[in-house]
């Protein structure tokens, strides 16, 4: 599993529904706001936001930026 470039987390890469990559902490986190959502015809895995049809039980994960320390140096 990859390290982030700037703290030493480990990370996961999930496709939005946009196609894009998001950075995700591994870890399932009971406070975040993402789920996986099966995976892509690439058997990449996807991610989505959790919303109100989202079970109460379901695994959680935040995206990386909001836990990484230094996450600012990222932004463009």
């Given at each position: 599993?990859?390290?982030?470039r700037k ?15 998001m ?6 986190n009971p ?10 015809e690439?058997?990449n ?6 919303d ?14 909001s ?5 600012g140096?990222?932004?463009?």
């Amino acid at each position: 599993m990859p390290l982030c470039r700037k703290c030493p987390a480990r990370i996961r890469f999930c496709k939005t529904a946009d196609g894009k990559w998001m950075p995700i902490d591994a870890e399932p986190n009971p406070d975040g706001n993402l789920v996986l959502d099966g995976h892509d015809e690439d058997g990449n895995p996807l991610v989505r936001v959790a919303d109100l049809f989202t079970a109460a039980d379901a695994v959680r994960y935040m995206p990386h930026w909001s836990t990484c320390p230094v996450a600012g140096e990222f932004r463009r």
